[in-house]
């Protein structure tokens, strides 16, 4: 049977306070998955080209791909008026912090308690 998409959206991976990546946040009724976007070094050519293949968290890629059974969802901080970080914790005890919009949340919350 395939999934069922409940959330495709842009959103910000928190990986430490202050180092955020942007990329696509994807929620069906069975797994939860984030791609980060590739970071380019604008303004610096080709030595800028070689230095974003050569670090990891420049690459960009699959950061995130996990059955939704296996997690722990919770509702962290509040940012701003409409936004709010969901923390994501898996089986080995990583922890992701995304930004979500309060709107998203109906469209989630049959797969997520929060």
């Known amino acids: ?9 842009k959103a910000m991976w928190y990986k ?12 069906t009724d069975k797994t939860i998955s984030f791609n980060q976007d590739k970071i380019n070094a604008p303004g610096t050519g080709i030595l800028g080209a070689i230095i974003t293949s050569k670090i990891k968290k420049l690459k960009g890629g699959e950061i995130l791909n996990e059955s939704i059974d296996n997690l722990q969802f919770t509702k962290g901080k509040k940012l701003g008026r409409k936004s709010f970080i969901l923390e994501v914790e898996t089986p080995e005890k990583e922890m992701f912090k995304f930004l979500l919009d309060e709107r998203w949340v109906p469209d989630i919350e049959s797969v997520i308690s929060l």
Do not use: P, S, T
């Open 1 to 9: 049977m395939e999934e069922k998409v409940l959330l495709d959206k």
């Open 16 to 27: 430490k306070k202050m180092q955020a990546f942007a990329g696509r946040l994807i929620i």
